[in-house]
């Protein structure tokens, strides 16, 4: 499948500050990402999503940039809130239907 | 109002003993996904359906096989599993690969 990957592990973050998770993908090609996120125990939950002819795309307290060039995607959580903790996976459509997965992130919320 | 409904949410089976999970949807949609997640990994994409058509990963071992007996059932057969295949596994649908996926609750497989 293709190569999807996150930079960092785990992050913890103070209750209120603002959150970025960071995402690398490989193939140029990709067109369409999402952000999931997974509270232990339960599958994952589509947070935002982004295509490729857009570099910002805002939901709710959340934010999904697009870097085509560096081939790079970042998340950010505004005013983080201790129901935010849990795993933060990013997924890019490898063409066709497949969705493939990058490592993951641990979110952490400080209260 | 239950979109991705997994059955059973936790399966035990023996070592080499054929096991069936279950998956439906109340979406509609077109393309239905395996997925097995091991502890602290990302879901790996086993296999997809797009209506009838199958679409198997290359790295997904023969142990590993799926039915689609119509829009809003899909099945996971693992045929002999291993100590190896105790994960979680999950289903997803979207209406096509450029939509959302929607992802059911999961069900974890133990292997004694």
């Known amino acids: 499948g293709e190569s999807v990957g996150l930079h960092l592990p785990t992050l913890s973050v103070q209750e209120g500050d603002n959150s970025i998770i960071n995402c690398a993908y490989s193939n140029s090609a990709s067109d369409y990402f999402i952000w999931y996120k997974q509270e232990s125990g339960k599958g994952p939950q589509f947070i935002i999503d982004?295509?490729?002819?857009?570099d910002k795309r805002q939901g709710q307290r959340v934010t999904v940039l697009l870097n085509k060039t560096v081939k790079h995607l970042s998340l950010q959580i505004a005013a983080t809130q201790p129901g935010d903790s849990a795993v933060y996976f990013c997924a890019e459509n490898g063409g066709g239907n497949q969705f493939y997965f990058g490592t993951g992130t641990s979110l952490t919320v400080i209260p | 109002d239950a979109m991705v409904i997994q059955n059973p949410r936790y399966q035990v089976t023996q070592f080499g003993k054929p096991v069936t999970l279950s998956c439906s949807q109340t979406?509609?949609?077109?393309?239905m996904y395996w997925y097995q997640q091991k502890s602290s990994q990302a879901p790996k994409l086993l296999f997809h359906?797009?209506?009838?058509?199958?679409?198997n990963e290359a790295d997904t071992p023969d142990n590993f096989q799926s039915r689609r007996p119509n829009t809003s059932f899909c099945f996971l057969d693992i045929r002999s599993p291993g100590l190896g295949d105790a994960a979680m596994y999950l289903c997803?649908?979207?209406?096509?690969?450029?939509?959302?996926?929607?992802f059911g609750p999961g069900t974890r497989l133990t292997v004694l």
């Open positions: 997803a649908t979207s209406t096509a690969g450029l939509d959302t996926q929607y």
């Open positions: 359906y797009y209506d009838k058509d199958f679409n």
């Open positions: 982004i295509r490729s002819n857009m």
């Open positions: 979406l509609n949609h077109n393309v």
